[in-house]
């Protein structure tokens, strides 16, 4: 009984969170119609509204989660400041806060007692019910964000996270509405409605890029791959990839993946505003996708009903994997050379030696098998 009432009681409300998603919500279903049907509504207003989205949002997948949660490159102390008020005008928390709890998801990820937001407590846990009540797995803990702690920029955000959040929600629209003429527009459009609709995006990650979409990369956990989704998250779709490689600046790894958040970050380095850029290894890439692949031909010869055919794939298969093997011990020893030159300060030398080229050689390989696995995966079917 007392066990009852503890969780009970840990599981309470969060307010502020009610209060917010209420009325904004409350908001968008009743003033902002009325308005739109009372009112001649600018071109003025749909731009701004649009460019603050796009501000906000890419603060949020630029500035908060691939920057602060993840170091996945670093950027100068103007960009983070832009990144600090735009993110904050996003209302989903401080910096610390949420990159806390994002390595906390990386950590734990699906894990129903410690993943804050695990999608396998039910999709809309997932997408915005594990803000709603005070959890246990939502509980803060900053242990994780020491580096985090020690920038200035963050705790500045942070401790005066309030005051910056409204004046960019509030404040800054009736600027802009006042300049144009038109304050109660602008604060409906480029505040409610752009929040609102930011809001949801953001917590599209969460729930339905772990739910719907395809795992080229790992099955070891929900995270999915979907270009619809990295269509209206500024990039934040290819998530099976960015949960296996979460240190890579991309989430969208190939050049015509649609990842707005990778060209800004990448075009930004041209300036230097941006540097020391991460990448996850090309061959750790098609390492991962060739392993996926092989779990999938498995499962497929699993389900082959002809006994023939099945041990002539299955043959297939053994020497593809001895193929694969041999391929990774090589790259191993690679892997040692390099380590090797790096201790012997010939690191120059060693690179202009034949070893990019066999490098180069061992990710073509590894393309050829993925190829050829998936070709014996289709015989199985």
Known sequence: MNNLVVTRARESLNLPAVLL??????????????????HHVSPADWICGALLMGASGMSITGGYHRLWAHRAYEAHWTLR?????????????????????????????????HDPYSIKRGFWFAHMGWMLRNYPSGELDFSNAHDLEQDPIV?????????????????????????????????????????????HVTFFINSLAHYWGRRPYTTQNTARDNDLIALITYGEGYHNYHHLFQWDYRNGVRWWQFDPTKWMIAALSWTRLTRNLKRAPEFKIQRAMLQS??????????????????????????R????????????????????????????????RSDARRRF??????????????????????
């Open 21 to 38: 998603f209420g009325l904004s919500t409350a908001g968008m279903l009743t003033v902002f119609p009325w308005y739109l049907m009372t």
């Open 81 to 113: 400041i832009l990144y600090m008020l735009f993110g904050a005008m996003a209302f989903q928390n401080s910096i610390l806060n949420w990159a806390a709890q994002h390595r906390v998801h990386h950590r734990y990820v699906d894990d129903v007692d």
């Open 155 to 199: 705790m500045f955000q942070h401790r005066h996270y309030l005051v910056i959040a409204l004046g960019m929600n509030f404040g800054l629209p009736l600027l802009l509405g006042w300049a144009c003429g038109d304050p109660l527009g602008f604060l409906l459009i480029t505040g409610l409605l752009r929040l609102v609709l930011s809001h």
């Open 293 to 318: 692949q092989f779990e999938r031909a498995q499962a497929c010869l699993q389900r082959c009903a002809h006994p023939g055919r099945l041990a002539e794939l299955q043959g297939l298969l053994e």
């Open 320 to 351: 593809e994997l001895e193929a694969f093997a041999a391929t990774l011990n090589e790259w191993k020893q690679l892997q040692a050379e390099r380590f090797d030159a790096a201790r012997q300060q010939i690191t120059d030398q060693w690179e």
């Open 360 to 381: 180069r050689i061992l990710e073509h390989a590894l393309r050829q098998q993925r190829r050829r696995v998936r070709l014996l995966q289709l015989q199985a079917i």
